[in-house]
């Protein structure tokens, strides 16, 4: 016959390929407790018309690890397995008894033996899940639906991961008692599993807090090698560190290892100088490695223990040498239940259920009932009875409110107790409410509780602290706690405690609370706005992408552009008198370097770099002179030429094309040299500038020489203010077209400009300083293209008949 398998609610069997191969593990074992009287049906079951399911160990398959330490095995963990499924049973009897919650409901139950594996109590979590017999529910087709509504269950935490995985899918709730590992209240893992225990997420840190309070800053770690030894611990460390305390070993032991791992545990126990002893350990683990340490009569340290071992009767019955004197911990709130340990001590339900089991019971016990007070009478599992106790009563509550119960229930109401569960909130009937975070963890309550001897054997379990996660903590202090980014000035005349919190100053931060001072960042670095972290500066520099970079770019090509037009225009009537006149070799060389000084302003804008610093300076120093100097040819073009009409004057044979030629060229060789030497001595170069804004850097051009770059600049305005005065001498000299008048109205303009620029751009900030040079040079470029040539196109296109020699000569009178 094929397989089958019952899928849950929703699902499809692919999701359930992963449990089917667990299962088929778990079904091919050889458990041990086969041998030791386990069986395959439920150990505890009755019938009712809303089933729970139970899983617990009620044998231990790791008990032969006992003959290998030569000691008597523990009473079988039949007795504390029996007594978790007894407090299960006593509070079904309750809510079955009683007319206020589930009237008229009877709550039955199966529940199994997982024989302290995580293998069995996967299988047997199917089984549940199937609400079918373990066997049926791997080798047949499901006969029925699943009917158990709920898991309580398991004990550790590893065996509730495994069955929190396996019936996830199906929606089925798991309530553990015991199960205290953070990291099952990951929801997404594990959406279905909840606890009535608090998560280990605060012991590991309350712990530590302990270890601090007392003083202790060296300290061992041991821990069980499982989920909740490990999670559990490496929060303890972390929280640990926090606080200033240092672990000088972390080590883990599992109660299935061999001898020789176990001693040399007890090695580095004796080798290390700290005498605190921090154990996240759970009891069997603990009980191994007890007996061990007897054998070595390890005594004289201070263990630190968490709530699994802590309060456990029989651990502390096995300390026959005392090793454990003195021990603290965090244990879970001692409860008392009205009622609930007369009837686990009242084993005749036992009897009636299961009659190998009730044989095994009273084997177990009566063999280690050596004296009056042992882990079965005691009761040092009340806390942990009334877990089982408080997560039956979530269930019937939840129940309660899904089948609409007032003075009857509606028994047609389909369960699904998945979401409703973990919305329960009670009161139980001692007084204690009952409910769970989103997480499905309770609220955090613990007992600080040292063992203390007594004068007839024993060890008491005396409470000497408690501990609330959820009351706030009374806060008592003269200043605040300073946060980041401010720091402590001690208030005047008052004690230490007292102290302002003044905000760190720009530039500086303090990334710790309560920092006495405040570290000043990188100086490419710059505080931000809470003061507590450094950030990069923003680098500054004139871009093409803003909008002032980009108005200058179209100034400088559009002056480019008309400069262009007017040389096309000048070549096209190169012919004519208005062009020949005052030379007009003259006027092409003018014409293409004020194309290079509109170009030149390019070289400003951008990222400062090694050629562009020294291109910029001598490219505009160079082609102004060179502009200059053809302006200053001109204009003495123009006196000499109304010199050569005095009687007997020579004077244009000395101040011929060549001599003009010459005359350029050797004011533009003397700019030339300036700037060989410039560059050759300390040339301009690339500078992050620091001091013009704090939270910026100014990406600028170093000059390298000031007298270099003044030197240049000094040049160009004698040359300028020489062309202005030799235009100023000939401005009314005759004639109908006097480009000396034109060219002092440039020259006035070009050295105004100039004058301005040197207190703008000394006062001007960062890039701002190399927009007010780009306009410098544009504004005066504009004026000697406008006022020296303007005039002639106009004349040229636009009055044509104007361009003659005798209209220029001034012989005769222009014709309207």
């Given at each position: 016959?094929t397989?089958?398998?019952?899928?849950p609610r929703?699902?499809?069997?692919?999701?359930l390929?992963e449990?089917?191969?667990?299962a088929?593990?778990?079904?091919?074992?050889e458990l041990?407790?086969?041998?030791?009287?386990?069986?395959?049906?439920?150990?505890?079951?009755k019938?009712?018309?809303?089933l729970?399911?139970?899983?617990?160990?009620?044998?231990?398959?790791?008990?032969d690890?006992?003959n290998?330490?030569?000691?008597k095995?523990?009473?079988?963990?039949?007795?504390?397995?029996?007594q978790?499924?007894q407090?299960?049973?006593?509070?079904i009897d309750?809510?079955?008894n009683?007319?206020?919650l589930?009237p008229?409901?009877?709550l039955?139950?199966?529940?199994?033996?997982a024989?302290a594996?995580?293998a069995r109590s996967v299988?047997?979590?199917?089984?549940?899940?199937?609400g079918?017999?373990v066997?049926?529910s791997?080798?047949?087709?499901c006969p029925?639906?699943?009917?158990?509504?709920?898991?309580?269950?398991?004990?550790a935490?590893?065996p509730?991961?495994?069955?929190a995985?396996?019936i996830?899918?199906?929606h089925?709730?798991?309530?553990?008692?015991?199960?205290?590992?953070?990291?099952l209240?990951?929801?997404?893992?594990?959406?279905?599993f909840?606890r009535t225990?608090p998560?280990?997420?605060?012991?590991s840190?309350?712990?530590?807090?302990l270890?601090?309070y007392?003083?202790?800053?060296?300290?061992?770690?041991?821990?069980?090698?499982d989920?909740y030894?490990?999670n559990?611990m490496?929060?303890?460390?972390?929280?640990?560190?926090?606080?200033?305390?240092?672990v000088?070993?972390s080590v883990a032991?599992?109660?299935?290892?061999?001898l020789d791992?176990?001693?040399?545990i007890i090695?580095?126990?004796?080798?290390?100088?700290?005498?605190?002893?921090?154990?996240f350990?759970?009891n069997?683990?603990?009980?191994?490695?007890?007996?061990?340490?007897?054998q070595?009569?390890?005594?004289?340290?201070?263990?630190?223990?968490s709530?699994?071992?802590?309060?456990?009767?029989?651990?502390?019955?096995?300390?026959?040498?005392?090793?454990?004197d003195?021990?603290v911990?965090?244990s879970?709130?001692?409860?008392?239940?009205?009622?609930m340990?007369?009837?686990?001590?009242d084993?005749?339900?036992l009897?009636?259920s299961?009659?190998?089991?009730?044989?095994?019971?009273?084997?177990?016990?009566?063999?280690?009932?050596?004296?009056?007070?042992?882990?079965?009478?005691?009761?040092?599992l009340?806390p942990i009875?009334?877990?089982i106790y408080k997560?039956?009563y979530?269930?019937?509550?939840?129940?309660?409110?899904?089948?609409?119960?007032?003075?009857?229930?509606?028994?047609?109401?389909?369960?699904?107790?998945f979401?409703?569960?973990?919305?329960?909130?009670?009161?139980?009937k001692?007084?204690d409410?009952?409910?769970?975070?989103?997480?499905g963890?309770?609220?955090?309550?613990y007992e600080i509780?040292?063992?203390?001897?007594t004068?007839?054997?024993?060890?008491?379990?005396?409470?000497v602290?408690?501990y609330?996660?959820?009351?706030?903590v009374?806060?008592?202090?003269?200043?605040?706690?300073c946060?980041?980014?401010t720091?402590?000035?001690?208030?005047k005349?008052?004690?230490?405690?007292?102290y302002?919190?003044?905000r760190c100053?720009?530039?500086?931060?303090?990334?710790n609370?309560d920092?006495?001072?405040c570290?000043?960042c990188?100086?490419?670095?710059?505080?931000?706005?809470?003061?507590?972290a450094?950030?990069?500066?923003?680098?500054?520099?004139?871009?093409y992408?803003?909008?002032?970079?980009?108005?200058?770019?179209?100034?400088?090509?559009?002056?480019t552009?008309?400069?262009?037009?007017?040389?096309?225009?000048?070549?096209?009537?190169?012919?004519?008198?208005?062009?020949r006149?005052?030379?007009s070799?003259?006027?092409?060389?003018?014409?293409?370097?004020?194309?290079?000084?509109?170009?030149?302003?390019?070289?400003?804008?951008g990222?400062p770099?090694?050629?562009?610093?020294?291109?910029?300076h001598?490219?505009f120093?160079?082609?102004?002179?060179?502009?200059?100097s053809?302006v200053?040819?001109k204009?003495?073009v123009?006196?000499?030429?109304?010199?050569?009409?005095?009687?007997?004057s020579n004077?244009?044979?000395?101040?011929?094309?060549?001599?003009?030629?010459?005359?350029?060229l050797?004011?533009?060789?003397?700019q030339?040299i300036i700037c060989?030497?410039?560059?050759?001595?300390?040339?301009?170069s690339?500078?992050?500038?620091?001091d013009?804004?704090k939270?910026?850097?100014i990406?600028?051009?170093?000059l390298g020489?000031?007298?270099g770059?003044?030197?240049?600049l000094g040049?160009i305005?004698l040359l300028?203010m020489?062309c202005f005065?030799?235009?100023?001498?000939?401005?009314?000299?005759?004639?109908n077209?006097?480009?000396?008048k034109?060219?002092?109205?440039?020259m006035?303009?070009f050295?105004?400009?100039?004058v301005?620029?040197?207190?703008?751009?000394?006062?001007?900030?960062?890039k701002f300083?190399?927009?007010?040079?780009?306009?410098?040079i544009?504004?005066?470029?504009?004026?000697l293209?406008?006022?020296?040539f303007?005039?002639?196109?106009?004349i040229?296109?636009?009055?044509?008949?104007?361009?003659?020699?005798?209209?220029l000569m001034?012989k005769?009178?222009?014709t309207?």
């Amino acid at each position: 016959m094929t397989s089958q398998w019952c899928t849950p609610r929703g699902q499809s069997l692919l999701g359930l390929l992963e449990l089917l191969l667990l299962a088929s593990f778990c079904q091919n074992e050889e458990l041990v407790c086969r041998q030791i009287g386990a069986v395959e049906r439920p150990q505890l079951s009755k019938d009712g018309d809303i089933l729970l399911g139970g899983i617990f160990s009620f044998h231990s398959k790791w008990k032969d690890k006992w003959n290998t330490y030569k000691q008597k095995p523990p009473p079988l963990q039949c007795t504390r397995g029996f007594q978790f499924a007894q407090a299960m049973l006593f509070a079904i009897d309750e809510i079955n008894n009683s007319t206020n919650l589930l009237p008229g409901i009877l709550l039955g139950y199966k529940i199994y033996d997982a024989c302290a594996s995580i293998a069995r109590s996967v299988r047997v979590a199917l089984a549940l899940a199937n609400g079918n017999q373990v066997e049926s529910s791997l080798k047949g087709p499901c006969p029925k639906p699943a009917q158990v509504q709920a898991i309580m269950g398991e004990t550790a935490s590893s065996p509730c991961m495994a069955i929190a995985t396996v019936i996830g899918p199906f929606h089925i709730p798991l309530i553990s008692h015991f199960a205290t590992c953070a990291c099952l209240s990951d929801k997404n893992k594990y959406p279905s599993f909840l606890r009535t225990i608090p998560s280990d997420h605060y012991q590991s840190r309350a712990l530590a807090q302990l270890v601090k309070y007392f003083g202790w800053t060296w300290v061992g770690a041991i821990r069980t090698n499982d989920d909740y030894g490990n999670n559990g611990m490496a929060t303890f460390i972390e929280t640990a560190e926090e606080l200033g305390i240092c672990v000088e070993y972390s080590v883990a032991v599992f109660r299935t290892d061999p001898l020789d791992k176990i001693r040399q545990i007890i090695d580095i126990i004796k080798a290390s100088t700290s005498r605190v002893i921090v154990a996240f350990m759970a009891n069997k683990d603990m009980d191994v490695l007890l007996s061990e340490m007897s054998q070595h009569n390890l005594t004289g340290y201070q263990w630190v223990g968490s709530e699994s071992w802590i309060s456990d009767s029989h651990t502390a019955a096995m300390d026959v040498h005392h090793i454990l004197d003195g021990a603290v911990g965090l244990s879970i709130p001692k409860a008392h239940v009205t009622g609930m340990k007369e009837f686990i001590l009242d084993v005749k339900q036992l009897n009636s259920s299961s009659k190998e089991l009730f044989r095994e019971f009273w084997e177990a016990l009566f063999d280690y009932l050596a004296g009056v007070k042992n882990s079965f009478t005691y009761m040092s599992l009340m806390p942990i009875f009334y877990n089982i106790y408080k997560g039956v009563y979530a269930v019937a509550h939840a129940l309660h409110d899904i089948l609409s119960c007032n003075n009857t229930c509606n028994k047609t109401t389909e369960l699904d107790p998945f979401m409703r569960i973990q919305r329960s909130q009670f009161k139980t009937k001692e007084g204690d409410e009952v409910y769970f975070n989103e997480n499905g963890d309770p609220p955090a309550k613990y007992e600080i509780i040292n063992w203390q001897p007594t004068e007839n054997g024993f060890m008491d379990f005396v409470t000497v602290g408690l501990y609330d996660a959820s009351l706030p903590v009374p806060v008592s202090v003269c200043s605040e706690k300073c946060p980041p980014g401010t720091r402590k000035v001690l208030q005047k005349g008052k004690p230490v405690c007292c102290y302002d919190c003044l905000r760190c100053a720009d530039g500086e931060i303090s990334n710790n609370t309560d920092s006495i001072s405040c570290v000043r960042c990188h100086s490419e670095f710059w505080s931000n706005e809470r003061r507590d972290a450094c950030i990069k500066k923003k680098e500054e520099f004139l871009s093409y992408e803003e909008m002032m970079g980009a108005l200058l770019t179209a100034a400088s090509l559009l002056g480019t552009c008309l400069t262009a037009v007017v040389m096309f225009i000048f070549f096209r009537y190169r012919q004519t008198p208005i062009v020949r006149a005052n030379n007009s070799e003259l006027s092409f060389l003018l014409l293409f370097s004020l194309t290079l000084c509109f170009l030149c302003s390019l070289t400003f804008i951008g990222r400062p770099s090694g050629w562009s610093c020294m291109l910029r300076h001598t490219a505009f120093g160079i082609t102004f002179v060179l502009c200059i100097s053809c302006v200053l040819g001109k204009t003495m073009v123009v006196l000499m030429a109304f010199r050569a009409t005095l009687p007997g004057s020579n004077v244009m044979k000395w101040f011929g094309p060549a001599q003009q030629r010459l005359c350029v060229l050797g004011f533009t060789l003397i700019q030339v040299i300036i700037c060989i030497l410039w560059l050759s001595i300390s040339p301009p170069s690339p500078n992050k500038n620091f001091d013009v804004a704090k939270d910026r850097i100014i990406l600028e051009c170093a000059l390298g020489s000031a007298v270099g770059f003044w030197s240049v600049l000094g040049y160009i305005g004698l040359l300028a203010m020489f062309c202005f005065i030799l235009a100023f001498l000939a401005r009314k000299l005759p004639d109908n077209f006097n480009e000396a008048k034109f060219i002092t109205f440039s020259m006035l303009i070009f050295c105004a400009v100039w004058v301005t620029f040197i207190p703008a751009y000394v006062s001007s900030p960062g890039k701002f300083s190399v927009a007010v040079e780009i306009f410098a040079i544009l504004s005066s470029s504009f004026g000697l293209l406008i006022c020296i040539f303007i005039p002639k196109c106009y004349i040229i296109l636009l009055k044509p008949e104007r361009n003659t020699r005798r209209n220029l000569m001034g012989k005769e009178a222009p014709t309207h």
